[in-house]
């Protein structure tokens, strides 16, 4: 645990009067649930969105009918965006040499190919 000029726990706000709680047991609560404050405060963000109240009820009312917060199913939503978009461009990826595929130009032996190449960055 660090420890700040006046003893542990000195450099967060009211640490002295949570560390100077009455028992030994109080005193060992009090550090632990500062320790997961300053865990989860390093972990997690906070992301403000502007909605008209409309929007906000609207969102409000489905994520009730999912019996989910309105922070989880949000949450759920960017998630899903996220993997759709990672998907659309894996996609295109196979779109592209699907269509490469379809060409039909003249071509060597693979091993003969990779020499000519090989040979081309020796010159």
Same mark, same amino acid.
């Given at each position: 645990? #660090?420890?700040?000029?006046?003893?542990?726990?000195?450099?967060?706000?009211?640490?002295?009067?949570?560390?100077?709680?009455?028992?030994?047991?109080?005193?060992?609560?009090?550090?632990?649930?500062? #320790?997961?404050?300053?865990? &989860?405060? #390093?972990?997690?963000?906070?992301?403000?969105?502007?909605?008209?109240?409309?929007?906000? !009820? !609207?969102?409000?009312?489905?994520?009730? &009918? !999912?019996?989910? &917060?309105?922070?989880?199913?949000?949450?759920?939503?960017?998630?899903?965006? #996220?993997?759709?978009?990672?998907?659309?461009?894996?996609?295109?990826?196979?779109?592209?040499?699907?269509?490469?595929?379809?060409?039909?130009?003249?071509?060597?032996?693979?091993? &003969?190919?990779?020499? !000519?190449?090989?040979?081309?960055?020796?010159?």
């Amino acid at each position: 645990m #660090r420890k700040g000029p006046n003893g542990p726990l000195s450099h967060w706000p009211m640490a002295g009067q949570l560390a100077k709680a009455d028992s030994q047991e109080a005193r060992h609560y009090a550090i632990m649930l500062i #320790r997961l404050v300053r865990y &989860t405060h #390093r972990m997690s963000k906070r992301l403000q969105v502007i909605l008209s109240d409309e929007e906000y !009820e !609207e969102l409000r009312l489905v994520s009730s &009918t !999912e019996g989910m &917060t309105v922070s989880e199913w949000v949450r759920g939503a960017l998630r899903k965006m #996220r993997r759709d978009r990672s998907l659309l461009a894996a996609d295109g990826k196979l779109d592209a040499v699907r269509a490469a595929m379809r060409h039909d130009f003249p071509s060597g032996e693979i091993t &003969t190919m990779l020499g !000519e190449i090989e040979a081309g960055y020796e010159r």
